[in-house]
């Protein structure tokens, strides 16, 4: 059963740090990996999407990176604002299934002013 | 564009009560999910559908029905509340292929 795990739980900055966020996921056999933003009270908004064949993707300040046969992915946000404040959430979609993702439990990030 | 639309946003139940969530996609997408998210238990699956007329279970199906008659609509029916399916609850979509998936702003249950 595939297990994604993000580690840390939580992480509080200072404004205009860069930083790094972790998940990890026990079976490699995986499509694709996504990565979320969860705002409170919210619902999740699609950040990057990486293909199994691709090592990374990036979007403005965020660059994700996936390395498949180690079984993880790291989310890197550059200068940091206290906009980034929110929950991140990866989410990987198996081969064998083709449909579910499963999700790590997030990375609530703070970035102070 | 509406992406994905859940009703409703809120909903207190008594418990044995039932009651349908509807979940809407405008972007002609193939694949419909629903997940619920708990404290300290991530987003779990609970039933997924690959297209028109059909469902299947994910991993927390008890308690729970699903219908997708129409291409655009998902509905998660509870036929009889419990206090443990208070929790909030997550419509997604995504096309085929290796798309990503889109999700809804959530529906807040309480059931008491």
């Known amino acids: 059963k595939q297990e994604v795990t993000q580690i840390p739980a939580a992480l509080s900055v200072p404004e205009g740090e860069n930083l790094v966020l972790n998940c990890s996921f026990t079976d490699s056999a995986i499509y694709n990996l996504q990565w979320f933003r969860q705002d409170p009270g919210k619902g999740l908004t699609s950040l990057l999407l990486?293909?199994?064949?691709?090592r990374e993707q990036t979007s403005g300040r965020l660059n994700a990176s996936l390395d498949k046969s180690s079984g993880r992915s790291t989310l890197y946000i550059a200068a940091s604002q206290p906009g980034d404040s929110a929950t991140y959430l990866c989410a990987v979609r198996p081969e064998t299934s083709g449909s579910r993702l499963t999700f790590g439990e997030g990375t609530q990030l703070t970035v102070n002013p | 564009n509406a992406g994905v639309t859940q009703t409703p946003k809120f909903r207190v139940l008594k418990t044995g009560q039932s009651m349908t969530l509807l979940c809407a996609q405008d972007?002609?997408?193939?694949?419909m999910y629903w997940y619920r998210q708990d404290p300290g238990m991530g987003l779990r699956l609970i039933h997924y559908?690959?297209?028109?007329?059909?469902?299947a279970k994910g991993e927390v199906p008890d308690g729970y029905n699903v219908s997708r008659l129409k291409k655009q609509n998902f509905l998660l029916g509870l036929e009889s509340a419990a206090p443990s399916q208070t929790s909030v609850y997550f419509c997604a979509s995504r096309n085929g292929g290796g798309t990503e998936a889109f999700f809804g702003q959530g529906t807040r249950l309480t059931v008491v």
């Open positions: 972007m002609n997408h193939e694949y």
């Open positions: 990486i293909q199994s064949s691709q």
């Open positions: 559908s690959v297209g028109e007329g059909t469902t």
